[in-house]
């Protein structure tokens, strides 16, 4: 079987967006840029075109393919931080020079990208099984 992973798709900034995201997360990197051949439409060519890209080891495609399809809050990426200020640090990061935020850690980047943002210790308080912990499965 092989990989799973998303694919992104940017109307002209898959490149940008990539980079951006890299700079961002830990364990990240920009793993290959496909420039667009003759003939695509909405892409002129040369340009970047698919962006192959890690976040924390996670494989994502990106495509720069024009208006044909928008990103939206049907599809976010999940990240976990350890700290008040990780939270901060990327919080403010991904909402710099365009993004929107939204409510109960969602945020929206300058790219269209959904982004839920929480502390890794969540998940403990959430689900403890003990009769303190506010959220009972049972």
């Known amino acids: 079987m092989g990989i799973v992973s998303p694919h992104l798709w940017y109307h002209s900034q898959a490149e940008e967006a990539a980079k951006f995201y890299t700079s961002l997360i830990p364990n990240s990197r920009v793993t290959r840029i496909v420039k667009a051949p003759a003939g695509v439409p909405d892409g002129a ?3 970047p075109f698919i962006v192959d890209f890690t976040l924390d080891g996670m494989p994502v495609t ?3 393919a024009g208006p044909a399809f928008t990103l939206d ?7 976990a ?3 008040q200020e ?13 993004g929107e935020p939204s409510q109960c850690g969602w945020l929206k980047d300058r790219f269209s990208l959904s982004w839920q943002m929480f502390p890794t210790s969540l998940d403990s308080l959430l689900f403890r099984d003990d009769s303190t912990s506010w959220w009972r499965l049972t």
């Open 45 to 47: 060519e040369g340009t």
């Open 62 to 64: 990106a495509i720069s």
């Open 73 to 79: 809050e049907s599809f976010s990426m999940m990240l």
């Open 81 to 83: 931080c350890e700290t």
């Open 86 to 98: 990780e939270i901060d640090h990327c919080w403010d990061a991904l909402l710099a020079d365009g």
